[in-house]
């Protein structure tokens, strides 16, 4: 009878191991997702941030090319794709057609390549700005 009693309490013994064993698997899993999840922050907020800085000096460089149109007299303009000044990896286009400008800028972003366009209406005035008819 000692030895059924024995043998029954090596077998429950035996399943609550295996059974901890498994909990433990279990946890070990879950903090490793965790710990990989938490290690891709930082990664991810220095790809955001260097990818915000490269549209901030596109920003840049298109409204300065808008203020280069507005300043030129000329009616219709239209310049070829071309690196922009102290910018060698941008890329800037720009047309102006009937008082409405238009500038394309692109770069070799963290993602893949990258552009931003803005449009304009040119000011009737802007020959004012030029210093004409003053």
């Known amino acids: 009878m000692n030895s059924l009693r024995t043998r029954v309490n090596q077998l429950r013994r035996a399943g609550r191991e295996a ?6 698997l279990i946890a070990l899993i879950i903090l490793s997702t965790a710990i990989f999840a938490i ?5 991810m907020a220095t790809k955001l941030a260097l990818q915000s800085n ?7 460089i298109a409204t300065m ?11 219709t303009v239209s310049r070829p794709r071309r690196a922009a000044l102290n910018y ?5 286009q720009s047309t102006k057609d009937s008082g ?10 963290t ?4 552009t931003l366009t803005l449009v ?12 004409e008819g003053l």
């Open 88 to 92: 060698p990896d941008y890329f800037v």
């Open 100 to 109: 409405m400008a238009e500038v394309v800028v692109d770069w070799a972003g």
């Open 19 to 24: 059974y901890s064993l498994v909990e433990t």
């Open 120 to 131: 304009r209406d040119m000011s009737a005035f802007s020959h004012n700005t030029r210093g």
């Open 65 to 75: 090319e808008l203020e280069e149109l507005e300043a030129d007299s000329s009616t």
């Open 54 to 60: 490269s549209r901030e000096k596109a920003v840049f």
């Open 39 to 43: 290690a891709g922050v930082p990664i």
């Open 111 to 114: 993602s893949g390549k990258s």
